[in-house]
């Protein structure tokens, strides 16, 4: 009885656990993409659906268009099925709802799926931007690591050793290395464990991740980038959908409840109560503390503009395309913003090992020195002699890993008369042209042929320039 128990309850976890909708982010815009081309061309709903139905892999998502048609079949809307769906936002099911009530449902599917690839290409910004600093110091730690396991602990054994007084920093390294080197195995896996759950809860946790949001915005250039993509965000999605015929106050709900910020999940939802109390934007936002912190002033006179003049969806597009523009090109330029900060803190931590080790080493040195000057028939025993040796020795291994670092060759492009450069796939003015660059851009050149260098581009494929229109910039 109680193994039929169990089994039943194994059963309902079995059955809970299939039907959680794991990465059906990706089918679900996939499936309103492709939903949009085919009603576009004139099949009908059901028709539509069963064709995409045919293209899904996951099953979930066959579930999903499962329910869809059911509904569809037994003569509901496809608004009403997309919100039993529970995996539509609420600006895609409105959006439905107007495109199916006024016979442009076509026209909607498309805004939702021109939406949805802008929201992914926002994300992806963020994502790409922070993978140069998120690399390098995993680099950094990995190799933290590595010195802490392998070479600390016979730091420390050789350091115990001297007979001298040692400085504080090579204390501290001896009693991490003894540790290390007694509980290593058992320390590390809990420290990444710890550290595992204090990033969940600091930045993903919804009660939480205000903290971790709040150090995001206070890193430079990470806090220009991140407003950019909101206020890209900010524009597109509340243009379209003022545009498409939502009310303001259900445009402003959708956005506050599309965006990943908190802080601008407060004032969105403080100007759709605001607005929806009669209020115009100006004095909605005059109401709101430090509102120009997140919206800038420029902005919120744009908008005043735009809805004095009945304008505001144009002037919300105008905003969007405005800031898509920045956000692109401060995500090329952070990698230089952030790589100053990246090697300060590497190079806190070279500088505390070196230190940690030369000192003691010196201290001995000077020891001998002075009790050969007192009595000059006393020498140095070959016991004390290794070790200095096995000192000097771990010394090196453990700090040419990290110090050898390679330098980083740059070079800024010059302006050229007509506001761009040529790449050409080859050092010569013969070559193809396989990319236009901008003038002020710096880019990473690995050879120099002659008048040509030949660069890194962003995507990582690389190409020649002409020497007379760059400048080397020079790097210690």
């Given at each position: 009885?109680?193994?039929?128990?169990?089994?039943?309850?194994?059963?309902?976890?079995?059955?809970?656990?299939?039907?959680?909708?794991f990465g059906i982010g990706k089918e679900r815009d996939y499936f309103v993409e492709?939903?949009?081309?085919i009603v576009s061309s004139g099949m009908s709903i059901l028709s539509a659906i069963?064709?995409?139905?045919?293209?899904?892999?996951?099953?979930?998502?066959?579930?999903?268009?499962?329910?869809?048609?059911?509904?569809?079949?037994?003569?509901?809307?496809?608004?009403?099925?997309?919100?039993?769906?529970?995996?539509?936002?609420?600006?895609?099911?409105?959006?439905?709802?107007?495109?199916?009530?006024?016979?442009?449902?076509?026209?909607?599917?498309?805004?939702?799926?021109?939406?949805?690839?802008?929201?992914?290409?926002?994300?992806?910004?963020?994502?790409?931007?922070?993978?140069?600093?998120?690399?390098?110091?995993?680099?950094?730690?990995?190799?933290?690591?590595?010195?802490?396991?392998?070479?600390?602990?016979?730091?420390?054994?050789?350091?115990?050793?001297?007979?001298?007084?040692?400085?504080?920093?090579?204390?501290?390294?001896?009693?991490?290395?003894?540790?290390?080197?007694?509980?290593?195995?058992?320390?590390?896996?809990?420290?990444?464990?710890?550290?595992?759950?204090?990033?969940?809860?600091?930045?993903?946790?919804?009660?939480?991740?205000?903290?971790?949001?709040?150090?995001?915005?206070?890193?430079?250039?990470?806090?220009?980038?991140?407003?950019?993509?909101?206020?890209?965000?900010?524009?597109?999605?509340?243009?379209?959908?003022?545009?498409?015929?939502l009310p303001v106050t259900t445009a402003l709900d959708s956005l506050q409840k599309?965006?990943?910020?908190?802080?601008?999940?407060?004032?969105?939802?403080?100007?759709?109560?605001?607005?929806?109390?009669?209020?115009?934007?100006?004095?909605?936002?005059?109401?709101?503390?430090?509102?120009?912190?997140?919206?800038?002033?420029?902005?919120?006179?744009?908008?005043?503009?735009?809805?004095?003049?009945?304008?505001?969806?144009?002037?919300?597009?105008?905003?969007?395309?405005?800031?898509?523009?920045?956000?692109?090109?401060?995500?090329?330029?952070?990698?230089?913003?952030?790589?100053?900060?990246?090697?300060?803190?590497?190079?806190?931590?070279?500088?505390?090992?070196?230190?940690?080790?030369?000192?003691?080493?010196?201290?001995?040195?000077?020891?001998?020195?002075?009790?050969?000057?007192?009595?000059?028939?006393?020498?140095?025993?070959?016991?004390?002699?290794?070790?200095?040796?096995?000192?000097?020795?771990?010394?090196?291994?453990?700090?040419?890993?990290?110090?050898?670092?390679?330098?980083?060759?740059?070079?800024?492009?010059?302006?050229?008369?007509?506001?761009?450069?040529?790449?050409?796939?080859?050092?010569?003015?013969?070559?193809?042209?396989?990319?236009?660059?901008?003038?002020?851009?710096?880019?990473?050149?690995?050879?120099?042929?002659?008048?040509?260098?030949?660069?890194?581009?962003?995507?990582?494929?690389?190409?020649?320039?002409?020497?007379?229109?760059?400048?080397?910039?020079?790097?210690?």
């Amino acid at each position: 009885m109680q193994n039929k128990h169990s089994r039943n309850i194994f059963q309902l976890f079995v059955h809970k656990l299939d039907n959680i909708n794991f990465g059906i982010g990706k089918e679900r815009d996939y499936f309103v993409e492709n939903l949009s081309m085919i009603v576009s061309s004139g099949m009908s709903i059901l028709s539509a659906i069963s064709a995409v139905e045919q293209e899904v892999r996951s099953r979930s998502m066959k579930r999903v268009l499962k329910v869809l048609r059911d509904d569809i079949e037994s003569g509901s809307p496809l608004w009403k099925a997309f919100q039993k769906a529970r995996i539509f936002s609420d600006h895609t099911i409105s959006l439905v709802r107007i495109g199916e009530e006024s016979g442009k449902l076509s026209q909607n599917l498309k805004l939702i799926a021109e939406q949805d690839a802008k929201e992914r290409a926002l994300r992806s910004k963020i994502r790409s931007a922070m993978m140069y600093p998120v690399f390098v110091m995993s680099i950094t730690v990995i190799i933290g690591v590595a010195i802490a396991l392998f070479i600390l602990p016979r730091l420390a054994s050789v350091f115990l050793q001297l007979r001298i007084d040692l400085p504080f920093l090579t204390k501290v390294l001896i009693v991490a290395g003894k540790f290390l080197g007694d509980y290593g195995h058992i320390a590390f896996p809990i420290i990444f464990f710890v550290l595992g759950v204090i990033i969940y809860f600091v930045f993903y946790y919804s009660e939480t991740k205000f903290i971790g949001q709040k150090i995001l915005f206070s890193f430079p250039g990470v806090k220009e980038l991140l407003q950019e993509v909101e206020l890209t965000r900010f524009g597109y999605l509340l243009g379209t959908l003022i545009n498409a015929g939502l009310p303001v106050t259900t445009a402003l709900d959708s956005l506050q409840k599309a965006t990943l910020f908190l802080q601008y999940k407060s004032l969105y939802t403080h100007l759709r109560d605001s607005i929806d109390e009669g209020n115009s934007f100006q004095k909605s936002f005059l109401k709101y503390r430090n509102s120009s912190k997140l919206i800038p002033v420029t902005i919120q006179q744009l908008l005043f503009a735009g809805e004095l003049s009945g304008n505001l969806s144009d002037t919300l597009l105008k905003i969007s395309v405005t800031y898509e523009v920045k956000a692109e090109n401060t995500t090329k330029n952070l990698t230089i913003i952030l790589e100053p900060i990246l090697l300060v803190i590497v190079w806190l931590g070279v500088v505390s090992v070196a230190l940690a080790v030369i000192i003691p080493i010196y201290s001995l040195i000077g020891g001998f020195n002075n009790e050969s000057s007192e009595n000059p028939e006393q020498i140095i025993t070959i016991e004390e002699a290794k070790i200095v040796k096995n000192v000097i020795e771990e010394s090196t291994s453990s700090t040419s890993s990290i110090t050898e670092m390679k330098s980083v060759n740059k070079l800024r492009i010059l302006s050229t008369g007509i506001g761009y450069l040529n790449v050409r796939d080859k050092p010569t003015i013969q070559g193809e042209v396989i990319n236009k660059i901008q003038t002020g851009e710096i880019f990473e050149y690995t050879n120099d042929d002659g008048g040509w260098y030949k660069i890194i581009l962003y995507d990582g494929k690389s190409g020649w320039v002409f020497k007379e229109y760059v400048e080397i910039i020079k790097t210690q």
